[in-house]
């Protein structure tokens, strides 16, 4: 039995050759339009292209949209390729991370963390404890720095 060349590839890797490491980041799978299960799958994936330095801006949104299927997000994914196949010039990175997180995140998940990061206190928890967990809130409520650090003096001890 001949090997194929993905064969081979993948026993280089296994034993370390090629000057390339192993992956060490999972692919993160399909996205099906949970939006309970976007922030988790938006992180996967980030890490995802990272892992395997998926720079190009075009690469890294046919990525993205390869991994999306069933529903609204198969209609939406072809109408993001049509549109990647009529553009002479590479999309704008931000602008589409901004459109799928605004399509397909939880919109309730920042009002529940801006509500919890106002009624967050430190109490007699730990310091570090109490800026990591102030930090998440604040990052999924989306606060501006200045509001923040508004809430994080008055919620401190």
Avoid: C
């Amino acid at each position: 039995m001949s090997e194929t060349p993905a064969m081979m590839a993948e026993v280089s890797q296994e034993n370390g050759q090629a000057g390339l490491p192993k992956n060490m980041v999972p692919d993160p799978g399909w996205f099906d339009g949970d939006w309970m299960k976007f922030e988790d799958w938006w992180r996967r994936i980030q890490l995802f292209l990272k892992s395997n330095r998926v720079i190009k801006t075009n690469d890294r949104i046919t990525a993205i949209l390869a991994r999306l299927r069933g529903g609204v997000m198969g209609i939406y994914a072809q109408k993001k390729l049509n549109e990647l196949d009529k553009e002479l010039e590479t999309q704008n990175w931000d602008d589409f991370v901004k459109e799928i997180k605004m399509t397909f995140s939880n919109k309730s998940k920042a009002a529940d963390a801006e509500w919890k990061i106002k009624m967050f206190k430190q109490k007699k928890r730990n310091t570090v404890d109490f800026i990591i967990e102030f930090e998440a809130l604040a990052i999924k409520a989306d606060t501006d720095e200045l509001h923040t650090i508004f809430l994080l003096k008055k919620n401190a001890r």
